[in-house]
């Protein structure tokens, strides 16, 4: 899972089987190596919301935003908290030219839906 985050936004990229994981109610984590804080993505029968515990952050998915998630043709879910954005996302092929080095890395994407 790919992370970023401004003062206003939180954005999570997905890998396929990152979904897979998802789907079967299983969580997905990332830890910053450095140990400052942890993120857990979920999806189950509660709403979609973001909570946060000390350096911990949960995104939980409601079944309909997993439902939506698992169509080909979903790029992600896009949801707010208060004035606070934070999306999931299906991860994508980049567009942009990349270096030779980086092009010959393998990485697990999404076929952009059409």
Same mark, same amino acid.
């Given at each position: @899972?790919?992370?970023r985050? &401004?003062?206003?936004? !939180? /954005? *999570? /990229? ?7 994981? !998802?789907?079967?109610? +299983?969580?997905?984590m990332?830890? @910053? +190596?450095i ?7 979920? $999806?189950?029968?509660? %709403?979609?919301? *973001? ?9 939980? !998915?409601?079944? $309909?935003?997993?439902?939506?998630? *698992?169509?080909?043709?979903? %790029?992600?879910?896009? *949801? &707010? ?22 092009a010959?890395?393998? $990485? ?7």
């Amino acid at each position: @899972m790919k992370v970023r985050w &401004t003062e206003t936004s !939180l /954005r *999570l /990229r997905i890998t396929p089987s990152e979904l897979e994981l !998802l789907r079967e109610h +299983q969580v997905v984590m990332v830890v @910053m +190596q450095i140990g400052a804080w942890e993120l857990f993505l979920e $999806a189950g029968p509660w %709403e979609s919301q *973001l909570l946060t515990r000390g350096s911990q952050v949960h995104v939980h !998915l409601s079944s $309909a935003d997993l439902a939506a998630l *698992l169509e080909p043709t979903c %790029e992600g879910v896009y *949801l &707010t908290r208060g004035d606070f954005k934070y999306y999931v996302e299906k991860d994508f092929p980049c567009e942009h030219p990349r270096p030779a080095k980086v092009a010959l890395e393998v $990485a697990q994407t999404f076929p952009r839906p059409e």
